[in-house]
């Protein structure tokens, strides 16, 4: 029987993980991009193995890996997007924050997609109904929860709604620090670990359509019924962009009253 696109997405990211997980500590080879961000050779290796898992099964199919570029027909209607180590910077230093992001665009729609956490062995997915999280060949099904009050801040460039929004402003705002707890996670496995309950809300700016990074993320939280629109409120793709994706309406409500506090005229 031929592999379903979640089953693909799913050991897409689990064989970009173990590449992860099999060359955490080791000696690796970096590839500067800008003056502050680079690849590793795991960041290579590791989309090579995700891109090897999906060509094998859907050769017809276009991708976009975040360290190869855009390959496959300009026209097709299926696109994979690829994150194959989100959290570079953090795996460099020896820290297991990060996540191998996989998802599949048919059209304008975001249909399947898995986030890989290497060292937890969990792996995020969604078929475009109901998200979940697999540990053991066991899948549960996710559900968001604002409990924790902690809220994942991407502090990271670029910041293209500055001066207007800058998201560390929010952690100089009052009615933030009475309310939430802020973590700066440094890798969109927080937008997973919303949808799964971990987190109230996730708050990026930034362009997230066609996103590597985000796309996944984006996929779990939608399918498991979390809040999700750019920084204004406004439908996701719209507007001034960014990415406001919180458990329920009330979190989401709460963040966006103090976004339009840093710029009213935004709204």
């Not at 975040?66 to 390959?71: D, K, T, Y």
Request: include cysteine.
């Amino acid at each position: 029987m031929p592999i379903t696109d979640e089953e693909l997405a799913v050991a897409a990211a689990r064989s970009g993980a173990a590449v992860v997980r099999a060359m955490y500590g080791a000696s690796l080879e970096r590839f500067e991009k800008t003056a502050t961000d680079f690849a590793t050779s795991a960041d290579i290796d590791a989309e090579t193995a995700v891109l090897d898992v999906i060509r094998a099964a859907r050769p017809d199919d276009a991708v976009t890996g975040e360290e190869s570029g855009r390959a496959g027909s300009a026209g097709a209607e299926r696109m994979w997007l690829v994150d194959p180590l989100c959290g570079t910077l953090n795996y460099a230093a020896r820290t297991t924050l990060v996540a191998v992001n996989v998802a599949l665009r048919v059209g304008r729609d975001l249909t399947v997609a898995a986030s890989a956490d290497p060292f937890a062995d969990e792996v995020f997915w969604t078929d475009g109904d109901r998200a979940h999280v697999r540990r053991g060949g066991v899948d549960e099904e996710l559900v968001p929860s604002s409990e924790s009050r902690l809220v994942d801040l991407n502090l990271d460039p670029p910041f293209p709604n500055e001066p207007g929004f800058r998201a560390v402003r929010l952690l100089a705002d009052p009615g933030f620090a009475e309310r939430f707890h802020p973590r700066v996670l440094s890798t969109t496995l927080a937008l997973a670990w919303v949808a799964a309950g971990r987190r109230a809300a996730y708050v990026t700016d930034g362009h997230p359509r066609d996103n590597v990074h985000f796309a996944a993320g984006i996929a779990l939280c939608q399918a498991a019924g979390c809040v999700v629109t750019g920084i204004h409120g406004r439908p996701l793709y719209t507007g001034a962009g960014g990415l406001v994706a919180a458990a329920d309406h009330e979190t989401h409500a709460a963040l966006l009253e103090m976004i339009g506090d840093q710029s009213p005229a935004a709204l």
